[in-house]
């Protein structure tokens, strides 16, 4: 079982950058592969990036690949989505999740383990 707890979302204007932060607790981590999707209500869960176990694998969705950075240390059991110059569009509710498989996948159901969600609000 793993537990995972999100943190970092809140309400910035377009054009300011966050970092969202997930702390993972419980069986191994370093693992897990990782990801990060979005939802906005009405909407289906969306992908918004992934990483493998040591790292130095990513994925992203195409719309915000230059924009939006995922990393992870293992040594702290947390991963990160560091998003700049952000856009109303990116408005929605971001969710840390780990699989149980080491390589990352662009589908929510490959991931075993979600957290809570936290919200990103990005104001015009």
């Known amino acids: 079982q793993v537990q995972l707890v999100e943190s970092g979302g809140g309400l910035v204007q377009a054009g300011d950058s966050l970092r969202l932060s997930c702390a993972a607790s419980?069986?191994?981590?370093?693992?897990?592969?990782m990801g990060w999707f979005r939802q906005v209500v009405g909407k289906e869960r969306e992908f918004v990036a992934a990483?493998?176990?040591?790292?130095?694998?990513?994925f992203y969705a195409d719309s915000l690949k230059g924009r939006f950075t995922i990393s992870r240390d293992n040594a702290k059991n947390s991963v990160y989505l560091q998003m700049n110059n952000l856009k109303p569009e990116d408005t929605a509710v971001y969710y840390c999740?780990?699989?149980?498989?080491?390589?990352?996948?662009?589908?929510?159901?490959?991931?075993?383990?979600w957290g809570q969600g936290t919200q990103v609000t990005v104001s015009s």
């Open positions: 999740a780990a699989s149980q498989s080491n390589w990352p996948s662009l589908k929510n159901y490959a991931y075993d383990y």
């Open positions: 990483v493998n176990w040591s790292g130095d694998t990513t």
């Open positions: 419980g069986r191994t981590f370093s693992t897990n592969a």
